[in-house]
């Protein structure tokens, strides 16, 4: 590891790790709040000997970046809003060819065009499958610079461990601020190493497709199962969380990306004021981290889920996570990043009795 820190954009962080991960191939196409990243690496991709296309639609790039994954190589692409909408079929036809690819969503607010503004109201897109059909994908949240380095840094050696797309679910707060950030060392990548790419027709008799989006070797009910057990795996190993304060905590929230940050300084001034609350920060939101929910504490009067959405996005994964069996509230901000002060005076308010619980639509 590379002890040296620079200051850096979250959205520079994101490229500057997949550079260092061996990510050689670059489609994608600009948007606020991510465009920093296409713009990162059209400036440096050259120099570690990589290609970078901006296509002339998020489609389009995709589809760029399924070939590219075909032949073996580390690709990512990403966007934000109405942008990541249109990546939706190209998500599904890599998760049929099961190709590792890495995309970035940076969330912005609203539906249709939306705002740039910051927002968290992507997580139902990013976390149910992504695109038509029967799908799972890996979503990575981070929560600050460094993460956005880490995450995406690790997200390419989970996308080629399953064979599978890995979001880096990052939102418009994360991607613009600056902080310290320390890199891992570079390293190449082999795209020659994998026998399922393709690696070009040399003899007269060996088949030109070797990517399909069915395993010829198996039957349909073999190939079924293939994919459930993948699933089974990426949700009991690859599941991630913080825990800030929650062993006896009198109400916990639950909160990732930029809204996570504010929580726990909510956390802090609360536990000044004499209030116990606490912080699950879930790291991955597909897996889902279930086991963060099952040793919750003695006395504990409910979960809080902090989130800037309209509909509570991520409620609906706390209520499965818990079986129900926890009260729950939402403190939501739509495209208003929330304050400390508004979530301690919201929890205030569920410990005097004077807050519903939250409907999850």
């Not at 003899?203 to 395993?215: A, G, I, Q």
């Not at 129900?324 to 939501?332: D, E, F, K």
């Amino acid at each position: 590891m590379n002890k040296e820190f620079e200051l850096m954009k979250g959205n520079e962080a994101i490229a500057e790790a997949a550079l260092r991960a061996g990510c050689r191939f670059y489609a994608g196409y600009p948007i606020t709040p991510q465009s920093e990243i296409l713009e990162y690496m059209s400036a440096h991709m050259a120099d570690r000997g990589g290609v970078f296309i901006q296509g002339e639609s998020e489609i389009a790039s995709m589809s760029m970046l399924w070939g590219a994954a075909a032949c073996g190589e580390r690709v990512m692409s990403s966007s934000s809003g109405p942008g990541y909408d249109l990546k939706q079929e190209g998500i599904s036809y890599l998760a049929s060819y099961n190709l590792p690819a890495v995309l970035i969503d940076v969330m912005r607010y609203g539906v249709g065009d939306g705002e740039i503004t910051e927002g968290q109201d992507s997580y139902w897109e990013a976390t149910r499958g992504g695109g038509h059909g029967d799908s799972r994908q890996i979503v990575l949240t981070p929560a600050s610079v460094q993460e956005c380095a880490q995450l995406t840094y690790e997200a390419f050696d989970l996308a080629e461990k399953y064979r599978t797309v890995v979001i880096v679910l990052s939102d418009g707060g994360i991607s613009q601020m600056i902080e310290k950030v320390t890199f891992p060392e570079a390293k190449e990548h082999d795209r020659t190493k994998f026998d399922w790419a393709i690696k070009g027709y040399k003899e007269k008799d060996e088949p030109k497709v070797k990517v399909t989006n069915l395993d010829r070797s198996m039957d349909y009910a073999e190939y079924d199962q293939m994919l459930r057990d993948k699933f089974t795996a990426m949700h009991e190993n690859e599941q991630r969380w913080e825990n800030f304060m929650t062993e006896d905590a009198e109400l916990i929230l639950v909160a990732y990306g930029i809204s996570s940050r504010v929580c726990k300084s909510a956390v802090r001034r609360a536990r000044e004021q004499g209030m116990k609350l606490g912080l699950i920060r879930p790291i991955s939101v597909w897996p889902y981290p279930e086991k963060a929910f099952e040793s919750l504490p003695d006395g504990l009067k409910g979960l809080v889920t902090v989130e800037m959405s309209i509909s509570a996005q991520m409620g609906q994964d706390v209520r499965l996570a818990t079986k129900y069996s926890v009260p729950l509230y939402g403190y939501l901000t739509s495209k208003y990043v929330p304050t400390t002060q508004g979530i301690v005076d919201y929890c205030k308010s569920i410990l005097e009795g004077n807050a519903k619980e939250l409907e999850v639509y």
